[in-house]
């Protein structure tokens, strides 16, 4: 016997109830929070939710509006636009695509022996403007064309000349000479969309994301995500089903 089709409202109660579990448990709210408070509650924590916390927010009263008292006494039917972007939702928050699938996974990396015209040179070959360095113990940071004209426009202000930093200077010495390390970060294979840009909207300097099989720096890259990638990301979650 085939399967009865549900409703709208059955659909929509469905996707609705998946996404109140799924961000209660994520999050480990208390299962008595209403809804709207869930959502306004993890704004700062699913970059999936922010993006839509007003929808969704419109979604909790129409769900009022659809039952009485329960899911089982249903008073009105939502319109199918309205049913395919919850389920939409609700997908994205409950299975977010995972990021290693939409970045590249051929990531170039330079030892940190190079000289400073060795990784030059390399950049412009490549056209890439982020490569991990590496030595034998893993990963020392990520050579980013901004910062490498930074520290030669400091090296020239303090007397040095051009042909020593090019020539004598590694990228291992550079990157030695950066306060901190807070403009990339590793994260494991099964890093997601959503927390990909999670991690760039928490930290405004991040210029990329290494990813690696268990998000170690010892490991070797298996894809990365870089600023550009992120606006990508954005227009593929918007047309994500």
């Not at 809804?35 to 509650?41: C, G, N, T, Y």
């Not at 990520?142 to 040095?160: H, M, P, Y």
């Amino acid at each position: 016997m085939a399967e009865k089709k549900k409703t709208n409202a059955q659909r929509f109660i469905s996707a609705y109830n998946s996404i109140d579990y799924t961000l209660k448990s994520r999050y480990n709210f208390s299962r008595s929070m209403g809804f709207s408070d869930v959502i306004r509650k993890t704004v700062s924590l699913n970059y999936i939710v922010r993006k839509n916390e007003d929808v969704l927010i419109d979604y909790g009263r129409l769900r009022n509006a659809i039952v009485h008292n329960n899911d089982e006494f249903i008073i009105a039917e939502p319109h199918d636009n309205v049913v395919e972007n919850i389920e939409r939702l609700e997908k994205l928050i409950t299975a977010p695509p995972k990021a290693l699938d939409f970045v590249r996974r051929d990531v170039l990396t330079v030892e940190s022996n190079k000289t400073m015209y060795e990784v030059i040179t390399l950049m412009s070959n490549s056209k890439y403007s982020n490569i991990p360095v590496y030595d034998k113990e893993g990963l020392i940071g990520i050579a980013n064309g901004q910062k490498i004209l930074d520290s030669f426009g400091q090296f020239l202000l303090s007397g040095g000349k051009a042909d020593v930093f090019l020539n004598n200077v590694k990228i291992e010495d550079m990157l030695s000479r950066i306060e901190n390390s807070n403009y990339y970060d590793v994260a494991p294979i099964d890093i997601t969309i959503e927390e990909a840009l999670d991690a760039f909207h928490a930290n405004s300097k991040l210029l990329a994301i290494l990813i690696t099989k268990t998000g170690s720096s010892k490991e070797m890259p298996l894809g990365i995500i870089t600023g550009s990638d992120a606006m990508e990301m954005n227009k593929i979650l918007d047309q994500y089903s």
